[in-house]
């Protein structure tokens, strides 16, 4: 049974730093994308950032966390990372991990197949 499985939630202060990471296992079909979305509380669910898992692993963001986060993948342990630097409070939410076997976009959830169960991401001023 394909499973996603996020890690690293913590709470921290503005500033600071935190490292998610996302295992992908018993997936029989291809994933051409991994991403991350979040949901702030009392709000929609959103796209922050995706990679493309073949070629030359292109990604994307967000506006609002681009020169910030960073998302990374390790093909050869089926993980998918965030690096979340310079944190705001606005950056608090649940953090899900999702995969695709079609698109790699972050405006609509519809394109993702697969989600992992989150990560609680918690920023104070």
């Known amino acids: 049974q394909a499973r996603l499985v996020e890690s690293g939630g913590s709470s921290v202060q503005a500033g600071g730093s935190v490292r998610l990471s996302c295992v992908a296992s018993?997936?029989?079909?291809?994933?051409?994308?991994m991403a991350w979305f979040r949901q702030p509380p009392g709000k929609e669910r959103e796209g922050v950032a995706s990679?493309?898992?073949?070629?030359?692993?292109?990604?994307f963001y967000a506006d609002s966390v681009k020169g910030r986060f960073t998302i990374s993948q390790d093909n050869a342990k089926n993980t998918v990372f965030l690096q979340m630097n310079s944190l705001k409070p606005e950056d608090t939410g649940m953090y899900y991990c999702?995969?695709?076997?079609?698109?790699?976009?972050?405006?609509?959830?519809?394109?993702?197949?697969?989600w992992g169960q989150g990560t609680q991401v918690t920023v104070s001023s």
């Open positions: 018993g997936f029989t079909d291809r994933r051409i994308c």
């Open positions: 990679i493309y898992t073949l070629g030359a692993g292109n990604t």
């Open positions: 999702a995969a695709s076997s079609s698109w790699c976009g972050l405006k609509s959830e519809a394109d993702y197949d697969y």
